[in-house]
């Protein structure tokens, strides 16, 4: 960790929590957070709003020049296409390949680009792949087709919420279930167990936590990828589907692009909630490594972000962040102050609240 980092602290103990929660009225609310800091200890529990919308709003009144910055990236796409074509150009070159080379470049080319992939649908799930929202959903699914699993749709309606309700009980699926936080301790081991099943948390907690009904552009999703799957295998085989698919999986483990899983927003620093990182490993993945200033300017897409932070450097200078994604698994792993109940969670929404959310399928629109 770089500035403002040195020598993680830890966070507001629960009780201090606890205390200002019994402080207040008890209104329904109040109750819920109570009952909450009882039954989910583990987590570190905040009851104030967004944690970025005052930023935004301060950066905007010191530079107003800022506003140009934001709209889609017409080159996001292009990009996108380059990843499907090294995708495919190694299947080609695989085919007859022996076992061990084909175990190399699945953990190291196809795993690289099926972390990245989900990061181009990312930027079209802010609209920052096309003018056009029709353009950017569809632009999603093909980025989706070389991972062999289908994801984009179903990624969107959640990523959305996780913006604008960061930390929300129950509506962001993007902080671990307390089960997780009870079964995979602090131990070293426990939590590369933890960090060894991440697609699966991923995949299958918004299921269990959030569940939404199925809508058109997620069967248009699972379509395309069941059809792009079935040529995958009339080509290369179950091999070639293989390689895809675990190269998915592989990304999102122990290699280097996955440490943007645990930098973004675990807490390795007093009361910091989101952490930016500004290495190399920003242009494989369409910048994402820029959280902070990303959560600020939602709409800013990928490639301007470096300029977002230049433009607004006494905002976002002096915030920890780090420069190596590698080290963020290796400290997840050694801290034993560390485990995946190291978020901060909020209640700010009624039970009544966030089931007219879910009735409604969301704030995504069908």
């Given at each position: 960790m770089?500035k403002?980092?040195?020598?993680a602290?830890?966070?507001?103990?629960?009780?201090d929590a606890?205390?200002?929660?019994?402080e207040?009225?008890k209104t329904?609310?109040?109750?819920?957070q109570e009952?909450l800091?009882?039954?989910?200890?583990?987590?570190?529990w905040?009851?104030?709003?967004?944690?970025?919308?005052l930023?935004?709003k301060?950066i905007?009144i010191?530079h107003?020049?800022?506003?140009?910055?934001?709209?889609?990236?017409?080159?996001?796409?292009w990009?996108?296409?380059?990843y499907?074509?090294?995708q495919?150009?190694?299947?080609?070159?695989l085919?007859?390949?022996p076992?061990?080379?084909?175990?190399f470049?699945c953990?190291?080319i196809?795993?690289t680009?099926?972390?990245?992939?989900p990061?181009a649908?990312?930027?079209?799930?802010?609209?920052?792949g096309?003018?056009k929202?029709?353009?950017?959903?569809i632009l999603?699914i093909?980025?989706?087709l070389?991972?062999?699993?289908?994801a984009?749709?179903?990624?969107?309606?959640y990523?959305i919420?996780?913006h604008k309700?960061?930390?929300?009980?129950?509506?962001?699926v993007?902080?671990p279930?307390?089960?997780?936080?009870?079964?995979?301790t602090?131990?070293?081991?426990?939590k590369?167990?933890w960090?060894?099943?991440q697609?699966a948390?991923?995949s299958?907690?918004?299921?269990?936590?959030?569940?939404?009904?199925?809508?058109?552009?997620?069967l248009?999703?699972?379509?395309?990828?069941?059809a792009f799957?079935?040529l995958?295998?009339?080509r290369?085989?179950?091999?070639?589907l293989?390689?895809l698919?675990?190269g998915?999986l592989?990304?999102?483990?122990?290699?280097?692009?996955?440490?943007?899983?645990?930098?973004e927003?675990f807490i390795?620093?007093d009361?910091?909630?989101?952490?930016?990182?500004?290495?190399?490993?920003?242009?494989?993945?369409?910048?994402?490594?820029y959280?902070?200033?990303h959560?600020?300017?939602?709409?800013?897409?990928?490639?301007?972000?470096?300029?977002?932070?230049?433009?607004a450097?006494e905002?976002?200078?002096?915030?920890?962040?780090?420069h190596s994604?590698?080290?963020v698994?290796i400290?997840?792993l050694?801290?034993e102050?560390?485990?995946?109940?190291?978020r901060?969670?909020?209640?700010t929404?009624?039970?009544?609240e966030v089931?007219?959310?879910?009735?409604k399928g969301g704030?995504?629109?069908?």
């Amino acid at each position: 960790m770089a500035k403002g980092g040195e020598g993680a602290k830890r966070p507001p103990a629960v009780d201090d929590a606890a205390k200002s929660v019994s402080e207040m009225p008890k209104t329904e609310l109040a109750l819920k957070q109570e009952l909450l800091l009882k039954t989910e200890p583990g987590f570190y529990w905040r009851q104030d709003g967004d944690p970025h919308a005052l930023r935004t709003k301060q950066i905007l009144i010191a530079h107003p020049e800022v506003n140009k910055l934001m709209g889609h990236d017409p080159m996001t796409k292009w990009k996108l296409f380059v990843y499907f074509g090294i995708q495919f150009a190694s299947l080609e070159i695989l085919i007859g390949a022996p076992w061990y080379v084909w175990a190399f470049c699945c953990c190291t080319i196809c795993a690289t680009m099926n972390n990245s992939l989900p990061l181009a649908f990312h930027e079209m799930s802010h609209n920052l792949g096309a003018k056009k929202m029709w353009h950017n959903r569809i632009l999603a699914i093909i980025s989706n087709l070389p991972m062999a699993i289908p994801a984009a749709s179903t990624f969107r309606r959640y990523h959305i919420e996780h913006h604008k309700f960061q930390g929300e009980h129950i509506v962001d699926v993007d902080i671990p279930s307390n089960w997780e936080g009870q079964v995979f301790t602090a131990n070293t081991i426990s939590k590369a167990i933890w960090m060894f099943f991440q697609p699966a948390w991923y995949s299958l907690r918004p299921l269990v936590m959030n569940p939404k009904d199925v809508t058109f552009w997620e069967l248009a999703n699972y379509a395309a990828s069941i059809a792009f799957d079935v040529l995958l295998y009339s080509r290369y085989g179950i091999s070639g589907l293989l390689y895809l698919a675990i190269g998915s999986l592989v990304g999102m483990q122990f290699h280097p692009t996955a440490g943007h899983f645990i930098s973004e927003h675990f807490i390795f620093h007093d009361n910091q909630e989101t952490y930016s990182y500004y290495g190399p490993l920003n242009w494989l993945t369409f910048h994402v490594g820029y959280h902070n200033e990303h959560h600020d300017f939602p709409y800013v897409t990928g490639k301007n972000l470096h300029k977002l932070r230049l433009a607004a450097p006494e905002f976002y200078d002096t915030l920890p962040h780090y420069h190596s994604w590698a080290k963020v698994l290796i400290d997840f792993l050694m801290d034993e102050n560390l485990s995946p109940f190291s978020r901060f969670k909020r209640a700010t929404m009624l039970d009544s609240e966030v089931k007219e959310l879910q009735a409604k399928g969301g704030l995504v629109p069908r």
